[in-house]
C-alpha cells in the first residue's frame, strides 16, 4: 500500500509562484513507478498537470508547459510542483498521484493524495 500527503496549496495572486509537495510512505512505495499532479476545478474533470517517471520522463499539460516544473526524489519518496506565473485558470484542489506497476494484464495500482487547494486571484 501507499500513501500520500501534499502540501503547499494557498492563495495567490495572478504572475504568484507555488511549490506544491508530496510525500509518498507505506509498504510498496519503493515500487512506485510514476508520480505526478493532477488537478480538478470546480463543476470540471480531473486532469494531468505533469507526471514524472522512474526513468526521468516527464509529461506536462499544455497549459503549464514552460510554467510548471516537476520534479522528484525517489530515495525520499517524493514530488514537488513548481508552479510559476500562476493564473486564475490554474485555480483548482491539486492531487498527488502515484502508480506501481502491475503485471501483464492488469491495470497498475492507482493511489491518490486528498488534495491541496491552490486559489489564484486576479
Known amino acids: 500500500q501507499v500513501q500520500l500527503a501534499e502540501s503547499g496549496g494557498a492563495s495567490v495572486q495572478t504572475g504568484g509562484s507555488l511549490r506544491l509537495s508530496c510525500a509518498a510512505s507505506?509498504?510498496?512505495?519503493?515500487?512506485?513507478?510514476?508520480m505526478g499532479w493532477f488537478r480538478q476545478a470546480p463543476g470540471k474533470q480531473r486532469t494531468l498537470v505533469a507526471s514524472?517517471?522512474?526513468?526521468?520522463?516527464?509529461t506536462y499539460a499544455d497549459s503549464v508547459q514552460g510554467r510548471f516544473a516537476i520534479s522528484r526524489d525517489n530515495a525520499k519518496g517524493t514530488v514537488e510542483l513548481q508552479m510559476n506565473s500562476l493564473k486564475p485558470d490554474d485555480t483548482a484542489v491539486y492531487y498527488c498521484h502515484a502508480s506501481i506497476p502491475a503485471p501483464r494484464g492488469h491495470v497498475d495500482w492507482s493511489y491518490w493524495g486528498q488534495g491541496t487547494q491552490v486559489n489564484v486571484s486576479s
Open positions: 514524472l517517471t522512474n526513468g526521468g520522463h516527464t
Open positions: 507505506g509498504s510498496s512505495r519503493f515500487s512506485i513507478n510514476v
